[in-house]
């Protein structure tokens, strides 16, 4: 079968042949690969620098997608650690890992969303007690895991949403989606009394606005949850012990390991109906897998999603 194969962790994936999967266990079983999204985390392991990777050459790359099994019904899976990943015509998943999908959703729409929606939907559903009528910034809100995130606070009560990025252009957009405010990141102390922080950012950008929030927090004995779910802005961030000793900061994380994998699985319903409704948007550029090569690295504000 053709595959998108990683042979090096210093370029892109090669459009190429790769053996045909078997199921091994009763608890397997080989699907045709619809369409599957190239997510960070996607390229993140292919180039070996998430901490999940394991560091064996050669692989598939592609954590998820959507698939359609030996018995004609369309799921969305998500892959364990494997070497055969989604961005292949055929792959081996765990049904108990997967959930049916209507018959008439859009593979590339839900393949485009599920992954980048994931990561606040399951930061608030699982990390923290969020309640409505909360008070959220999103940090990094301007990427497609961002968008989804404004969206989804909203869907889930929060009384206000700040969008903090860089690009004015693409953080005015974002009040169609339900944003009640937008800022940059040199103005993130007007995000002083919110209730939770979606990071997706990390590292300088995020110190300083951590820096600037507290300072300006009118009450600091009020929580304020920090969700780092992301690190575009770097891998670490250095936080002055004041901050911690001065207000009810509480950092935590939100990803593979801090949440089972039975917690990622029970969201998986209720946010493919999300998705496959409309209730969050959605941006997409299908791509065929054969143009894995010359796309990897393509900037758009898209989700790519190749179809194999």
């Known amino acids: 079968m053709h595959a998108a194969v990683v042979t090096s962790f210093d370029g892109p994936p090669q459009y190429g042949e790769y053996p045909t999967p078997v199921a091994q266990g009763e608890n397997e079983m080989v699907v045709d690969v619809l369409a599957a999204g190239l997510h960070p985390l996607v390229k993140a392991r ?10 064996t050459l050669p692989f598939v790359p592609g954590v998820d997608g959507v698939v359609r099994d030996q018995h004609g019904n369309l799921r969305y899976t998500v892959l364990d650690d494997s070497d055969l990943g989604t961005l292949a015509e055929q792959t081996v998943i765990d049904p108990r890992r997967s959930v049916v999908l209507p018959g008439d959703v859009d593979p590339v729409r839900i393949a485009a969303a599920m992954n980048p929606a ?9 990390r923290i007690a969020f309640r409505e009528g909360q008070r959220v910034l999103v940090l990094g809100a301007t990427g497609s895991a961002g968008r989804m995130a404004v969206q989804i606070a909203k869907q889930f009560g929060a009384a206000y949403v700040i969008a903090a990025g860089r690009n004015a252009s693409r953080l005015a957009a974002l009040h169609e989606l339900g944003a009640d405010e937008t800022v940059t990141f040199d103005l993130a102390d007007r995000a002083a009394d919110v209730d939770v922080v979606l990071d997706y950012v990390w590292g300088e950008p995020s110190a300083r606005a951590m820096t600037a ?3 300006a927090r009118r009450d600091r004995g009020t929580p304020l949850n ?4 992301g690190s575009v802005a770097g891998q670490t961030l250095p936080v002055h012990s004041s901050l911690l000793r001065a207000s009810r900061l509480q950092i935590c994380g939100s990803g593979i390991g801090s949440v089972s994998p039975r917690d990622f699985l029970a969201e998986l319903p209720e946010l493919a109906v999300a998705v496959h409704t409309g209730a969050i948007d959605v941006q997409a550029r299908p791509v065929p897998l ?3 090569n010359e796309t990897w690295s393509a900037t758009t504000d898209d989700r790519i999603v190749y179809l194999p």
Do not use: D, E, K, P
Request: a positive charge; proline letters at 0%; aromatic letters at 10%.
């Open 290 to 292: 054969a143009q894995v």
């Open 46 to 55: 292919a180039n070996g620098t998430h901490y999940s990777s394991t560091g």
């Open 118 to 126: 994931m990561s606040s939907w399951v930061a608030l559903r699982r």
């Open 213 to 215: 929030m507290i300072t």
């Open 226 to 229: 920090w969700i780092q779910i």
